[in-house]
């Protein structure tokens, strides 16, 4: 064999491991076969790069949305994290154990064109999430660089550019491949987390040491606000803005497949990994809500409120201010790049979570080219589109906040109705009821979070249109495929079709109606008039039943039986009847070695309406598309099934 040119060569690097995604995509994060696993604290640090990352920016974005009463604000955070999005995610886990999430509990209660649209907008504001999760981490790790009194000189002024390289590199390492991720994010959360408690501590010492510094907060905001009713109630105003100290939950279940479960887990009841995963999710959230509280109340104490703002020294940089002020240049250099390590390794884990989540629903509905199940080829375009996205924003870490809070509010706001819905489906009245009161809450802040900041669902609903416009033309591409998986013949179908060894089977194209004597004899007697069939010529009738034409790939089980004691049915359930009789012509083929006919009567009606009913529901003009079905997946003219009209 001549060996592969370099143009050939290329291009199977960039589609490696296309062949593979026929199946299912494994994504980037895909463990070995055999891989037991890692425990659930080390898996923990995997979503932590990006639940854990947001103390980079989080307590700045707060103390621009609240001011004054950021700390309050904050506790309003954490008691919704705690007693709302941590029960609704440990629900999630139990539901949806291998990592699909709440839009695959909310796809399992819609069918036909309603579930997949509903998925599809979903899609698009995890890809906002997701997205905006790689952008905004890279700006703000790009803010931690260029204000370093060390670089300052060399890259004050070129945050878009060192956001942009930022981004390039998290590309560029997933085109090389992306291996020991678990390893690399257990280092990087450790050593950070340990900073961020030297910071913590040194902080509160500092306040300890000069207890004015309490005082004149606690004055200014009782001359602000008044009471502590009234701080409650501004604070419950505030709170959609700060929705971003919500982000990772959905990460932390998506990750939920590399947690190592019990020795007699199966697949089907994983409770091992379930209870790991559990154990993450409140883990994670019991050690943010205590950094979040401690961190904005220290840096509301200790930072002047000016230097919050644009262009101020501690905009999208709180934490790291205090470090180089309190802690020294060193210290702060250090803190520094643990920090634009961690946000740009949030990136990482984000990128990771698409490439699982878009393979996972978009191949399976038709609405992915075929190069979109390889990595490479799905890493460039979410890179370029992350380079966009960061053109827009001016790499500002403040204004890409409202779109990252309404991906988060979105997805968590699935999640709550899709528990109360599966606790509302096995009669729990209690659970049901505490759910719906959370998913209240989470449609509340959402709505809220739109209204202030309206540029969140913009983006949102950009990612949407271009998901689903990619998606529907992806599909009218493919609709000729042959898109049946695989062919089962029962009993009396294998029979029917063996009986054809040494003859070419026909069949008769019909729609089932009455299914009747009348209905059958007519049938035949007009095949064979139209099409000059003798009478001693047995034919057998073929029958399709379209379930769900939303669907794009099945299987196709094929029945026998015998009607009116005298005809022959096959009768087949799919989501396509012009798909479903080409594979079945095919199958007849390869089990006899014979040429299968078939014969079609003319449809009445529109040819491009006809099409759109092919498109949508399945049906239209079945013979030609039948054809043209075939025509794709057998090239060969001496090989294909013959199609007649009469």
Partial sequence: MAPPTRGTGFRAWMLEGLSDMAKQHPGPHAQAPGHEGQSWWRVMCLTGVDYFSTLGYQPGIAALAAGLLSPVATVVLVVVTLLGALPVYRRVARESPHGEG??????????????????????????????????????????????????????????????????????????????????????????YLALNVVVVVNGLWHVLKSPHLVTAWSDALTAEHGNAIAMIGVALTVFPKLALGLSGFETGVAVMPHIKGDPEDTEQRPTGRIRGARKLLTTAAVIMSIFLIATSFITTVLIPPDAFKAGGQANGRALAYL?????????????????????????????????????????????APHWARAVRPLVIVLTLIAFLVTWIFDANVDAQGGAYATGVLVLISSAAIAVTIAAHKIGQRRWRAGFAVIAAVFLYTTAANIAERPDGVKIGACFIAGIVMVSFLSRLKRSFE????????????????????????????????????????????????????????????????????????????????????????????????????????????????????????????????????????????????????????????????AVHVG
Avoid: C
Avoid at 553 to 575: C, F, I, K, Q
């Fill in 102 to 191: 709440s839009i695959a509990m909310l796809e399992r209660l819609l069918s036909f064109w309603q579930g997949k649209l509903f998925v599809l907008t979903l899609l698009g504001f995890a890809a906002t999430d997701f997205m905006i999760t790689i952008t905004l981490s890279a700006a703000d790790g790009a803010a931690h660089l260029v204000e370093n009194p060390h670089v300052s000189s060399v890259l004050g002024g070129r945050q878009m550019l060192v956001t942009l390289v930022l981004v390039a590199l998290l590309g560029a390492v997933f085109l090389r491949g992306f291996g020991e991720a678990i390893g690399v994010a257990v280092v990087l959360v450790a050593v």
């Fill in 323 to 367: 470090a180089h002020k309190y802690l020294g240049s060193s210290f702060g250099t250090v803190y520094d790049v643990s920090t634009i390590a961690i946000l740009w390794f949030a990136g990482a884990s984000a990128m990771a979570g698409m490439l699982n989540l878009m393979p996972r629903y978009l191949p399976r509905y038709g609405m």
């Fill in 482 to 641: 042959l898109r049946v998986t695989r062919v089962d013949l029962d009993d009396v179908a294998e029979r029917f079709v063996r009986d054809y060894m040494h003859r070419p089977l026909r069949l008769i194209a019909n729609e089932p109606n009455s299914r009747d004597l009348a209905e059958y004899r007519d049938k035949l007697r007009q095949i064979r008039k139209d099409n000059d069939i003798p009478a001693e010529d047995d034919l057998v009738f073929v029958e399709v039943t379209v379930l769900d034409p939303s669907d794009f790939e099945a299987a196709l089980t094929v029945r026998g039986e015998v009607l009116h004691d005298r005809y022959r049915v096959l009768s087949l359930e799919s989501s396509s009847v012009p798909n479903a009789l080409a594979a079945l012509l095919l199958q007849v083929r390869d089990l006899t070695g014979q040429q299968p006919h078939i014969y079609f009567e003319w449809t009445e009606g529109n040819p491009f309406a006809q099409f759109l009913r092919f498109f949508l529901f399945g049906q239209g003009e079945i013979a030609p598309v039948t054809r043209e079905v075939l025509r794709e997946a057998e090239p060969d003219r001496t090989r294909r099934p």
